[in-house]
C-alpha cells in the first residue's frame, strides 16, 4: 500500500528516525507544498535554537536527500475545488485539505501527527495513520 505523508509526519522521521528516514519514505509520496512547511521549520528552528548557517544547511541538505527519494505530488488546478470544499466543510486550512483530498483521489493512507486532521480524516472516510504505524501497515 502506498502512503501520503504531510509534512507533520516527515518532519517527525527526519527528527527520530534520522539514520533510516530514507528507507522509511523511499518511494512513498508527498505534496509539493511539503517543501515549504518543511523549510519553513527548518527555518524556524534554525532562528530558535540559533544555528549557524553551516549547521542549518547540513539539516536543509538531509531533507532534500530524504525528499528526494519520494514521489512528489503536485495539486492540479482541477483538485482545488474539492480541496477548498474540503477545507470548508471540516473547518481545517487549505493546507490540510489539500492531503486530505490527495490522499482521498489517489487512494493513498494518509499519515500525519496532526490530531485534528487525523479526526477529519476518519470523518472523511480516509485511511489515515501516524508515522510509527507506517512499517505495520506495508
Same mark, same amino acid.
Given at each position: 500500500m502506498k502512503f501520503l505523508f504531510d509534512a507533520s509526519s516527515i518532519a517527525g522521521i527526519l527528527s527520530n528516525a534520522r539514520g533510516v528516514a530514507v528507507n522509511i519514505l523511499d518511494e512513498q509520496s508527498t505534496l509539493d507544498l511539503a517543501i515549504y512547511e518543511l523549510g519553513n521549520v527548518l527555518w524556524k528552528e534554525s532562528r530558535v535554537n540559533k544555528r549557524t548557517e553551516s549547521e542549518t544547511s547540513t539539516l536543509v541538505g538531509y531533507m532534500m536527500q530524504v525528499l528526494g527519494v519520494m514521489e512528489i505530488q503536485r495539486v492540479q488546478i482541477d483538485d482545488i475545488l474539492d480541496i477548498e470544499s474540503n477545507a470548508v466543510k471540516f473547518a481545517i486550512t487549505?493546507?490540510? /485539505?489539500?492531503?486530505?483530498?490527495? /490522499? @482521498?483521489k489517489c487512494n493513498r493512507i494518509l499519515v500525519t501527527e496532526d490530531k485534528q486532521l487525523q479526526k +477529519?480524516?476518519?470523518? /472523511? @472516510? +480516509?485511511?489515515?495513520?501516524? /508515522?510509527e504505524e507506517v512499517n505495520s501497515r506495508q
Amino acid at each position: 500500500m502506498k502512503f501520503l505523508f504531510d509534512a507533520s509526519s516527515i518532519a517527525g522521521i527526519l527528527s527520530n528516525a534520522r539514520g533510516v528516514a530514507v528507507n522509511i519514505l523511499d518511494e512513498q509520496s508527498t505534496l509539493d507544498l511539503a517543501i515549504y512547511e518543511l523549510g519553513n521549520v527548518l527555518w524556524k528552528e534554525s532562528r530558535v535554537n540559533k544555528r549557524t548557517e553551516s549547521e542549518t544547511s547540513t539539516l536543509v541538505g538531509y531533507m532534500m536527500q530524504v525528499l528526494g527519494v519520494m514521489e512528489i505530488q503536485r495539486v492540479q488546478i482541477d483538485d482545488i475545488l474539492d480541496i477548498e470544499s474540503n477545507a470548508v466543510k471540516f473547518a481545517i486550512t487549505f493546507y490540510d /485539505a489539500s492531503y486530505l483530498t490527495i /490522499a @482521498k483521489k489517489c487512494n493513498r493512507i494518509l499519515v500525519t501527527e496532526d490530531k485534528q486532521l487525523q479526526k +477529519v480524516a476518519k470523518e /472523511a @472516510k +480516509v485511511d489515515c495513520i501516524r /508515522a510509527e504505524e507506517v512499517n505495520s501497515r506495508q
